[in-house]
């Protein structure tokens, strides 16, 4: 099958859209979203730096390199890359390792931070303390916990992740389920600054996982393809079969769910606009109530490992 725009082989079929795509007008598409998104999250023209959030994983990956090709020749704007150790023996270290080589190639400064620097506490640990309780309730917590500190001690403006159009229509799909409208009226992007909280910048929300991946393939940004050994335990993986299917049987599910969330934004953002953040009393981080979820948590495990 040839590319719906041109005369060369296609290397992809969009089923949502019903194009065939050849290797460049693939690429070409990809960019051309990640640029609609970074001028709608970014204000480029201020100085502003950028933290990226990089694990190692080709959405993580394929996001550092498109911030560094899209906004490199940009003054205005610097880039910084932090990957947040969880402490998972024999999964992190070959994501740390390959994201400091594309960090390099770059020329992005990268940074570390760990959960057991910040917090004392590694994943490995916390999963043999509380091994009934799911992992990724512990890690995401930790990860926004850590990642945001550092992100504010280098002075970053906005803080970029890798979450993609599978990941923000998962969320949404999840907070629906739950009737969590405070949590989903928490998702980013963020258009709005809070004290010492760095807002969110999602520039593959409109790019789906396998477009992500074939994006990194086509350009051969090398990244750590591998799995987290706790996460066949999440809750998340539940939506992500059921989106995966619904998808499958109505092309353009994901987009119509994130569309959704789009439009609801301006009543999220009124009804919970009141909410106040203020400082955690054991570690001064921000947040909505007088400690923390990443101190208690750790309170948690102490009490537990006693």
Same mark, same amino acid.
């Given at each position: 099958?040839?590319?719906?725009?041109?005369?060369?082989?296609?290397?992809?079929?969009?089923?949502?859209?019903?194009?065939?795509?050849?290797?460049?007008?693939?690429?070409?598409?990809?960019?051309?979203?990640?640029?609609?998104?970074?001028?709608?999250?970014?204000?480029?023209?201020?100085?502003?730096?950028?933290?990226?959030?990089?694990?190692?994983?080709?959405?993580?990956?394929?996001?550092?390199?498109?911030?560094?090709?899209?906004?490199?020749?940009?003054?205005?704007?610097?880039?910084?890359?932090?990957?947040?150790?969880?402490?998972?023996?024999?999964?992190?270290?070959?994501?740390?390792?390959?994201?400091?080589?594309?960090?390099?190639?770059?020329?992005?400064?990268?940074?570390?931070?760990?959960?057991?620097?910040?917090?004392?506490?590694?994943?490995?640990?916390?999963?043999?303390?509380?091994?009934?309780?799911?992992?990724?309730?512990?890690?995401?917590?930790?990860? #926004?916990?850590?990642?945001?500190?550092? =992100?504010?001690?280098?002075? @970053? %403006?906005?803080?970029?992740? &890798? *979450?993609?159009? !599978?990941?923000?229509?998962?969320?949404?799909?999840?907070?629906?389920?739950?009737?969590?409208?405070?949590?989903?009226?928490?998702?980013?992007?963020?258009?709005?600054?809070?004290?010492?909280?760095?807002?969110?910048?999602?520039?593959?929300?409109?790019?789906?996982?396998?477009?992500?991946?074939?994006?990194?393939?086509? #350009?051969?940004?090398?990244?750590?393809? =591998?799995?987290?050994?706790? @996460? %066949?335990?999440?809750?998340? &993986? *539940?939506?992500? !079969?059921?989106?995966?299917?619904?998808?499958?049987?109505?092309?353009?599910?994901?987009?119509?769910?994130?569309?959704?969330?789009?439009?609801?934004?301006?009543?999220?953002?009124?009804?919970?606009?009141?909410?106040?953040?203020?400082?955690?009393?054991?570690?001064?981080?921000?947040?909505?109530?007088?400690?923390?979820?990443?101190?208690?948590?750790?309170?948690?495990?102490?009490?537990?490992?006693?």
């Amino acid at each position: 099958m040839n590319c719906s725009k041109c005369s060369k082989p296609a290397v992809t079929l969009i089923r949502y859209s019903g194009q065939h795509l050849c290797a460049s007008h693939c690429l070409e598409f990809t960019e051309r979203r990640v640029k609609k998104e970074l001028r709608r999250q970014l204000n480029v023209d201020r100085e502003a730096t950028i933290a990226v959030a990089i694990s190692g994983g080709k959405d993580s990956s394929v996001t550092a390199y498109l911030l560094s090709k899209l906004l490199r020749k940009r003054p205005t704007v610097s880039l910084v890359a932090i990957t947040a150790d969880e402490g998972i023996a024999g999964y992190r270290p070959g994501g740390i390792e390959s994201s400091r080589e594309l960090c390099r190639s770059l020329e992005i400064p990268h940074h570390v931070i760990s959960y057991a620097e910040t917090l004392g506490w590694t994943m490995d640990r916390a999963v043999k303390v509380d091994p009934k309780t799911i992992p990724c309730s512990y890690c995401g917590v930790f990860r #926004r916990y850590t990642l945001n500190k550092k =992100a504010r001690e280098l002075h @970053a %403006d906005y803080l970029a992740t &890798g *979450l993609n159009l !599978d990941d923000t229509a998962q969320s949404v799909l999840m907070n629906v389920a739950r009737g969590d409208m405070e949590r989903m009226a928490r998702l980013g992007p963020h258009d709005k600054v809070q004290e010492d909280m760095i807002p969110r910048l999602q520039p593959l929300r409109l790019i789906p996982e396998k477009e992500s991946y074939l994006y990194a393939m086509l #350009r051969e940004i090398k990244f750590h393809d =591998a799995t987290c050994p706790y @996460a %066949d335990r999440a809750v998340r &993986g *539940l939506f992500r !079969d059921t989106l995966n299917k619904l998808e499958e049987s109505i092309p353009g599910t994901r987009h119509s769910l994130l569309s959704s969330f789009d439009q609801m934004r301006p009543w999220l953002d009124r009804e919970f606009s009141g909410v106040k953040v203020r400082k955690c009393r054991n570690c001064g981080e921000p947040t909505m109530n007088p400690v923390c979820k990443a101190c208690e948590l750790v309170e948690k495990l102490e009490s537990l490992a006693t």
